[in-house]
């Protein structure tokens, strides 16, 4: 009847904690996060995200430990937490998110709890982190690290703890290259085995190591405690601690060492907590397992385990413990004496039974009486389970995430490489006979539209400053590049732009490929056909305003290397943003900046681009490596033929009739009038010189 409503409570439990399992949504979190670091990605559906820096580099993890482990509280209801951690394992940030712990709700307040969770900062998950303090706050000569527990509210901070450790694991060895990174070994029910105790010694399945007094004392020799255990320099050949221990996941082997009735009550609570392993550890010994502080179905407060470099995240399970007819009398013994304990790990958090383990047993020793110092040494026995107990489900090798990224966009990456592609062909060896034709301006309209509504609206490939901004961040903090490989479709843009900057200038971005250049080339035609009255500086004042997006430039990029937390708000001087990604749908005033430039572009012909556009600044500074002046010109261009100046609506050519690539928007309409023997006025000269020459007298 005891283990009846045991296993009714954790039933109860379970369920609470699974009910309000689910992620928060993502704006919750992001609210959570605090400059200059930034939410990033989902990387999993339950509630895991990239951690981002300033510059948008990937610098660690964010994630709540609920939907991962939802370890139940006093009141059944799991401790919700966000936690912050680093690249390598570091915790950023604890903040208690939610929770219904009794102590806290109606007694202390939440203001402790909230201070506990501020202590994990800067710790590692691959510290030993303990709750608790030594006793009157002396010191612990061990690699132990403390957190101050709140007083009266013990057990409610280790169980908040024990989900803070469990879900960090899981993430650290899923995300970080820890012990699993797949579904976890299980043990097969379908396995039938009679096996002995002796079965189980002889083949291995029952780890057993002796520690005597003697043994202790040698630890501890040379230390302030080295004569702080009278019983054992009266009896050094006494045993301290004698330990068992039993992985009870495959049911042969927990037929083997429980009783009838206990492996009925562990097999009941398996069915419920499925993912459970549940290791057995005794000692019949002096030393014992636990302190008197220890709270049952919490985590052991001597006893804890690592695998893989990784701590492995122990529960007292809380079962009746009755062993079977066939073990050693002792070990009866110590299960009357409560030195027996099954605890239970979860194989979802990456613990593999299968793989070696090492169990620590803390040993400790007080100096002093009122306020003794505590020292304490680790006694450790290493733990394996059979393969042949388990079943391990075939798991398909995972794909790079920039592999991921492409099969995904597998189509729109394939209309893009051909669209580019024809274009970019069009221009190396087309490039007269296409500004020589007639529809030019049509085609060049619908090249524009194209780029506006599919590689803009839909496939989100609108080139933007932050990307160079975050990759001068990425070398100077000496960090990877990888997250330009997360966005395919915007890195094959890149990359086209990048070959054009080399063959024309700047040019094929900003006159093709941009699409809030298209917009206000767009605006600028509707403005034409609305009669709206236009207007353009004179030369001098467009020779000074083009220098203002190299100002700005620059600007970038001193926030970029000296105040980092600031560049995405700076780089908001950019529209793409408003315009292009959200669609105008942001708040009114980036919406009404992004619509000022659209709207102008009406009166002033493209004039973000020609004087504000830090990126264009940057593609101006690039097409400096451009290959060749690809415009053909005559000598008559600029002395006496102004014509193509005068048609120029970017003011890209000179008086002299040189034309400034740095400003060059790749329009085509000069060449255009180059190739037309209709509009270039040296043509239409020659022309009309060879039809007034006399005709040729033939010669009698």
Known sequence: MKGLFRLLALWLFICASIAGAEPLPRDDIAARIFAPMELGEAVNDRGVYELLNSGGGHVGYVFETEPMAPLPGFSGAAINLLVVLDLEGRFLDVQLISHNEPIFVSGLGEAPFHAFFEQYQGHSIGDTLVVGTPYGGGGDSSSLVYLDGVTK???????????????????????????????????????????????????????????????????????????????????????????????????????????????????????????????????????????????RNTAPDWVSAVQGGYPISLRDADLLIELHDDLPFELH???????????????????????????????????????????????????????????????????????????????????????????????????????????????????????????????????????PLATLQAAIQGGAFAFLLYDPFSLMVWAFAIVGLFLWGRGFFCGWLCPFGAIQEFAARLGRLLRVPTWEPSDAWDARLKYLKYVLLAGLIGIAVFAPEHVDKAAE???????????????????????????????????????????????????????????????????????????????????????????????????????RVDQCVPLIVAQKRKSRAPAAVPAE
């Open 333 to 467: 013994d110590a299960v009357d004496y409560g030195q027996a304990l099954i605890l239970r790990t979860d194989r979802r958090l990456g613990f593999d039974p299968t793989q070696p383990w090492t169990l620590a047993v803390k040993a400790v020793r007080e100096h002093g009486v009122f306020q003794p110092e505590i020292g304490s040494v680790e006694l450790t026995l290493n733990g394996q389970s059979d393969e042949r107990f388990y079943l391990r489900p075939f798991v398909p090798e995972p794909v790079p995430p920039w592999l991921e990224a492409v099969r995904g966009r597998a189509v729109d990456l394939g209309i893009l490489g051909v669209g580019l592609g024809l274009l970019f062909a069009t221009f190396t060896g087309a490039l007269a006979p296409l500004a020589a034709n007639p529809k030019v301006t049509p085609i060049r309209l619908s090249v524009l539209g194209l780029m506006l509504v599919f590689v803009g609206w839909w496939g989100q490939g609108q080139l933007s400053i932050v990307t």
């Open 573 to 675: 001087v950019e529209p793409f943003k408003t315009a292009i990604t959200t669609f105008f749908v942001r708040e009114w005033y980036y919406v009404a900046y992004a619509v000022f430039w659209v709207v102008l572009s009406m009166v002033l012909f493209r004039g973000f681009c020609r004087y504000v556009c830090p990126l264009g600044a940057l593609m101006a500074i690039g097409g400096i490596l451009r290959g060749k002046n690809w415009i053909a010109r005559r000598v008559e261009c600029g002395s006496p033929c102004q014509l193509c100046k005068v048609k120029c609506a970017y003011k890209a050519i000179t008086p002299a009739g040189k034309v400034d690539y740095a400003e060059c928007f790749q329009c085509l309409d000069c060449v255009t009038i180059h190739e």
């Open 153 to 295: 509210a013990t057990a409610s901070v280790r169980i908040a703890h024990e989900s803070i450790l469990a879900a960090a694991l899981q993430v650290a060895r899923e995300k970080m290259g820890g012990v699993s990174t797949g579904p976890p070994a299980h043990p097969n029910r379908e396995h039938h085995e009679e096996l002995s105790w002796q079965d189980l010694l002889d083949q291995g399945l029952v780890h057993h190591h002796r520690w005597s007094n003697s043994d202790l004392n040698e630890a501890f020799d040379g230390t302030l405690w080295e004569d702080d255990d009278r019983e054992a320099q009266e009896s050094p050949d006494a045993q301290y601690l004698d330990l068992w221990v039993v992985d009870l996941g495959p049911p042969a082997v927990a037929r083997a060492v429980l009783s009838n009735d206990s492996y009925a009550e562990l097999q009941n609570f398996l069915e419920i907590s499925g993912s459970d392993e549940p290791i057995l550890i005794v000692d019949t010994a002096r030393h014992g397992l636990v302190s008197d502080q220890f709270v």
